[in-house]
């Protein structure tokens, strides 16, 4: 029997929120970072494409922590703004240095090196968030403090999936043939489709176990 019919509605409540805004987090990240990953590795790098990427990028990192200030802001939108533009900034220059290593490095190495950057780069910005936006003003629990960890450490594996993938899978699924007139269309699944999804659904887990803890506190 339910005595407190009350107590799921709001538990219910607020999974469904949690899930709704680490989707909308997760797919304005992959989207960014994707759109970034494209114009700099994937395409030739000119400064227009290396210009373009970072503006991207920061857009996407200002609009994704945007979405955590929604969800788990706990003070006055007056006073979050420059931070929440600093922290936008941190996560911009988390994926910045995860290339620049990797590509320093070079091969599996520099996949494994860049990995190890992005996920401690990534703890440390969701802490700041979890820290600024949090709504206690002591220092995470020990448990936060590991789930932050692991967000980072899933996010950056699905990040490393991408590189892996775009740099190593050098292989096309023709999945269908659209006709169009007296022409007909492949549309065909790469390396690079493969790693975009394996980083999309990373970056959804780790939005939601961040996000989730957030709703909770």
């Known amino acids: 029997m339910i005595r407190r019919p009350d107590v799921l509605g709001r538990a ?23 759109l970034w990953f494209v114009l700099v590795v994937v395409e030739t790098r000119t400064l227009f494409t290396a210009l373009a990427g970072l503006g991207v990028l920061l857009f996407g990192s200002l609009v994704r922590t945007g979405v955590f200030d ?12 420059p931070i929440r533009f600093a922290l ?13 290593a990797a590509e320093l490095v070079g091969g599996q190495n520099g996949i494994l090196v860049a990995f190890a950057l992005l996920a401690s780069t990534l703890s440390l ?5 979890r820290r600024w936006y949090g709504a206690s003003g002591g220092w995470p629990s020990l448990t936060d403090a590991v789930k932050t960890v692991a967000a980072g450490v899933v996010v950056a594996a699905g990040a490393s999936l991408l590189l892996a993938a775009t740099w190593f899978l050098d292989w096309r699924l ?5 006709p169009v007139g007296d022409l007909t269309l492949a549309l065909e699944i790469g390396g690079l489709a493969v790693g975009l999804a394996s980083y999309g659904v990373c970056s959804f887990l780790g939005q939601q176990q961040r996000i ?3 709703l909770e506190s």
């Not at 219910?12 to 909308?24: D, F, I, K």
């Not at 910005?125 to 968030?129: A, D, G, K, P, T």
């Open 12 to 34: 219910t409540q607020r999974r469904l929120v949690g899930v709704t805004s680490a989707l909308s987090a997760a797919t304005v990240e992959a989207a960014a970072v994707g």
């Open 70 to 81: 929604a969800v788990a802001g706990r003070r006055s939108r007056d006073a979050s703004e």
């Open 88 to 100: 936008a900034l941190v996560l911009a220059t988390c994926w910045l240095t995860w290339l620049v």
């Open 125 to 129: 910005q969701f802490s700041l968030e």
């Open 174 to 178: 023709v999945v269908a043939y659209v």
């Open 212 to 214: 989730a803890r957030a």
